[in-house]
């Protein structure tokens, strides 16, 4: 019988109370005195409504280089501030993990004009060259490419850098690591033939070009010992045609087979892009979070002027229509990665209501994440388990309110928190908490 979103479950020898994550998300609570009780407002309420595991977001390794959006929380330095939100979510009795990452390519010195400006001295960190539609942008105004091809030597002072940042979150409380393998941060651009183009020991060959995530384990392994260790990884199914080379579905199952040998304990799968475009939030385009004048001076200092600011969201506009974003589109990977490989394997992408979830569970995947609802509803996970009289439209079923429409996300380019700026959304929300949808005695 296949296992409910009740079901427990064992990670890397740790017991999660059930299959209901957090998935990781941008939580932009800065690295400033209101930081903990920031992260303590945003992941509390997931905790105390009954999620199993949350994954606290995209953790940059190092302080000020290798950040993907503005106001990220560092783990390049110890941070025991950090305790009093672990424990705020052990209380619950749920688990909480930390994702550590450097976005390489992708880092804000990269495509954040203000930031740049402000860190003249700083450089992007590059597995090889940029290829080179990359470097094209960069001559049309869309990039700011000044970067540092890793060395050798580079290569493992940066694994040793994530060791660290992992070792931080332990002594911090959190009960496990999650490296940000994909989502066109540096892990997949050492995983990507596009971008991977070394001679070295870390690039060339396809086995070779996964040496630099199996450093990161060793190297994470050598700090905390025997902890619970993920990482999300890609296949880079969603990107646009004309990229080639690029990793198959079928490398990303071999990827999967090499990791579990390697020693993770679970696997999240995604279809990624070569670039950070809407493929990574699949939806609507975001009207009201282009459209509405709170932003629009920030987007023109993070893009570099409103023209460009104009040509981002033009982008977002037709790349809304090119994605699909049927509930679960990482599904299919899921299930060939979990017929491949014995451990764990989490799915997310698109899962919006109760039955979708308990379908994958069992043959898909093992656990279910959800991400931009909880920024709708931070307390969702008091809806989804446990049903009984649930949703008003669909009784058994209880559906999230999140309408993936992006507004959330959009404005986190200036710095902005994530939070549903939706008024169609936050009016069902008032609807369920005045029937007090999201009160619930807690399980441990």
Same mark, same amino acid.
Request: contains cysteine; glycine residues 10%; hydrophobic residues 40%.
């Given at each position: 019988?296949?296992?409910?979103?009740?079901?427990?479950?064992?990670?890397?020898?740790?017991?999660?109370?059930?299959?209901?994550?957090?998935?990781?998300?941008?939580?932009?609570?800065?690295?400033?005195?209101?930081?903990?009780?920031?992260?303590?407002?945003?992941?509390?309420?997931?905790?105390?409504?009954?999620?199993?595991?949350?994954?606290?977001?995209?953790?940059?390794?190092?302080?000020?280089?290798?950040?993907?959006?503005?106001?990220?929380?560092?783990?390049?330095?110890?941070?025991?501030?950090?305790?009093?939100?672990?424990?705020?979510?052990?209380?619950?009795?749920?688990?909480?993990?930390?994702?550590?990452?450097?976005?390489?390519?992708?880092?804000?010195?990269?495509?954040?004009?203000?930031?740049?400006?402000?860190?003249?001295?700083?450089?992007?960190?590059?597995?090889?060259?940029?290829?080179?539609?990359?470097?094209?942008?960069?001559?049309?105004?869309?990039?700011?490419?000044?970067?540092?091809?890793?060395?050798?030597?580079?290569?493992?002072?940066? /694994?040793?850098?994530? !060791?660290?940042? $992992? @070792?931080?979150?332990?002594?911090?409380?959190?009960?496990? +690591?999650? #490296? *940000?393998?994909?989502?066109?941060?540096?892990?997949?651009?050492?995983?990507?033939?596009?971008?991977?183009?070394?001679?070295?020991?870390?690039?060339?060959?396809?086995?070779?070009?996964?040496?630099?995530?199996?450093?990161?384990?060793?190297?994470?392994?050598?700090?905390?010992?025997?902890?619970?260790?993920?990482?999300?990884?890609?296949?880079?199914?969603?990107?646009?045609?004309?990229?080639?080379?690029?990793?198959?579905?079928?490398?990303?199952?071999?990827?999967?087979?090499?990791?579990?040998?390697?020693?993770?304990?679970?696997?999240?799968?995604?279809?990624?892009?070569?670039?950070?475009?809407?493929?990574?939030?699949?939806?609507?385009?975001?009207?009201?979070?282009?459209?509405?004048? /709170?932003?629009?001076? !920030?987007?023109? $200092? @993070?893009?570099?002027?409103?023209?460009?600011?104009?040509? +981002?969201? #033009? *982008?977002?506009?037709?790349?809304?229509?090119?994605?699909?974003?049927?509930?679960?589109?990482?599904?299919?990977?899921?299930?060939?990665?979990?017929?491949?490989?014995?451990?764990?394997?989490?799915?997310?992408?698109?899962?919006?209501?109760?039955?979708?979830?308990?379908?994958?569970?069992?043959?898909?995947?093992?656990?279910?994440?959800?991400?931009?609802?909880?920024?709708?509803?931070?307390?969702?996970?008091?809806?989804?388990?446990?049903?009984?009289?649930?949703?008003?439209?669909?009784?058994?079923?209880?559906?999230?309110?999140?309408?993936?429409?992006?507004?959330?996300?959009?404005?986190?380019?200036?710095?902005?928190?994530?939070?549903?700026?939706?008024?169609?959304?936050?009016?069902?929300?008032?609807?369920?908490?005045?029937?007090? @949808?999201?009160?619930?005695?807690?399980?441990?």
């Amino acid at each position: 019988m296949s296992p409910r979103l009740e079901t427990a479950i064992e990670i890397g020898g740790r017991r999660v109370k059930n299959r209901l994550y957090r998935a990781p998300l941008l939580e932009c609570a800065g690295d400033g005195p209101e930081t903990v009780d920031r992260l303590i407002g945003q992941l509390e309420p997931a905790a105390a409504a009954g999620a199993g595991l949350l994954f606290q977001g995209a953790m940059p390794v190092h302080r000020e280089t290798g950040h993907v959006a503005p106001n990220m929380t560092s783990l390049a330095a110890p941070r025991p501030d950090l305790e009093r939100l672990t424990d705020a979510i052990h209380d619950h009795g749920a688990r909480i993990f930390a994702q550590i990452d450097h976005g390489g390519l992708r880092s804000l010195e990269a495509w954040h004009h203000a930031y740049g400006e402000a860190h003249p001295e700083v450089r992007q960190l590059a597995v090889s060259e940029p290829p080179r539609l990359l470097r094209l942008a960069a001559r049309a105004g869309f990039l700011d490419l000044d970067y540092e091809v890793l060395t050798t030597e580079g290569v493992h002072d940066l /694994a040793a850098d994530f !060791g660290r940042s $992992a @070792a931080h979150a332990i002594d911090a409380g959190y009960d496990g +690591v999650h #490296l *940000a393998g994909a989502n066109m941060g540096i892990i997949q651009q050492f995983l990507s033939p596009y971008y991977n183009r070394r001679t070295d020991a870390f690039g060339g060959s396809f086995e070779s070009r996964q040496h630099f995530l199996e450093l990161v384990h060793e190297e994470i392994r050598d700090r905390v010992g025997d902890v619970p260790v993920l990482t999300k990884f890609p296949s880079e199914a969603a990107a646009p045609p004309f990229v080639r080379p690029r990793l198959s579905t079928a490398d990303g199952v071999e990827i999967a087979r090499r990791l579990e040998a390697i020693g993770f304990d679970g696997l999240v799968p995604v279809r990624a892009s070569t670039f950070w475009d809407m493929s990574i939030v699949r939806g609507e385009y975001p009207d009201r979070g282009w459209e509405g004048s /709170a932003f629009r001076e !920030g987007y023109a $200092a @993070a893009f570099g002027s409103e023209w460009r600011a104009r040509a +981002v969201a #033009l *982008a977002n506009r037709l790349q809304a229509h090119e994605y699909d974003r049927e509930a679960g589109w990482n599904a299919d990977f899921c299930r060939r990665v979990r017929d491949a490989v014995s451990i764990p394997v989490l799915c997310e992408g698109g899962l919006r209501r109760r039955s979708t979830m308990d379908d994958l569970l069992g043959d898909d995947c093992d656990m279910v994440g959800v991400g931009r609802p909880f920024y709708a509803e931070p307390r969702l996970p008091a809806r989804l388990l446990d049903t009984g009289e649930g949703d008003t439209d669909l009784p058994n079923d209880p559906r999230a309110v999140c309408e993936s429409c992006n507004n959330c996300t959009i404005p986190q380019a200036t710095g902005a928190p994530g939070v549903c700026r939706t008024p169609s959304v936050l009016r069902k929300r008032g609807e369920f908490e005045k029937a007090g @949808a999201y009160d619930r005695a807690e399980t441990r």
